[in-house]
Every structure is written in C-alpha cells, then in structure tokens.
C-alpha cells in the first residue's frame, strides 16, 4: 500500500507505534526519500545507524522525561539525540508518540527550544 502511494506522488508519514527495533531493515524496501517515519519507542539512534538517511525519521526524548525531569535533564537529553542523529539530515525533533501530561513545567518547554537552538543547527 504504501509503495502504490508513493507511485501515485505521495510522500507517506509513517507512525512507527511501539519498538519497530526488529523490522528497521524492511524500511529499506521504501524509495529512498520517499517517506517520512515517525517512531515513537525504538531508539533513534540504532533506526539512523540501521536505515542511514535512506528516509527522514522524527521522534524525541521520553515522554516521562519531557514532562517530569528537570529543566537541565530535558536540555541535556535533547543535546545528546540531536549530536547523535541529526546527520547526515532529515531528522526531525518531535515528541515521542504520547501527548504531554497537563502538569508538564513551562520550562521544560523551553529547555527543548533552547537545545535546538544551540545543538540542533547544521
């Protein structure tokens, strides 16, 4: 289904729910550049180790860090997934699947932003 999308011009967004750590290699079967895949639990790192720029990946830190780590922990974390996945391209910071908890601290927020700004720039 998604390679008759993607012969018709699509360009599909893919919500890799769960670990999808077993199946990375049949994202290979895709048209380079074709897809966008969003994981929400599989380590990011070993998805840009096993499929390369080979389509643009998006996820972020945890979810339980985002909303109840402290303001350095989240800057910290957000540093360290951008150093490690952001090249060579196409990656795109977002959260991990599961929508922020109401009780999650403005500056948490901010320490996001702040870290994309000074770690995520090419």
């Keep these: ?3 008759d ?3 018709l011009g699509a360009i599909p967004f893919i919500f890799f729910e769960g ?3 077993p199946h990375l290699e049949t994202i290979l079967e895709l048209p380079k550049g074709r897809a ?3 994981f929400e639990r599989t380590d990011l ?3 840009r180790k096993v499929i390369g720029d080979h389509i643009v990946i998006g996820g972020g830190i945890s979810t339980a860090v985002f909303a109840f ?3 350095e922990k989240v800057f910290e974390e957000v540093c360290k997934l951008l150093n490690d996945v952001k090249e060579p391209g196409g990656f ?3 959260g991990g ?3 922020l908890p109401p009780a999650t601290r403005i500056e948490n927020i901010w320490a996001v932003i702040e870290a994309v700004k000074k770690c995520g720039t090419y």
């Design 1 to 3: 289904m998604l390679i």
């Design 45 to 47: 790192r070993v998805v």
């Design 92 to 94: 795109m910071l977002m």
């Design 19 to 21: 670990d999808h750590t």
């Design 97 to 99: 699947g599961a929508p």
């Design 69 to 71: 780590g402290s303001r």
């Design 5 to 7: 999308a993607i012969n």
């Design 36 to 38: 966008y895949g969003m």
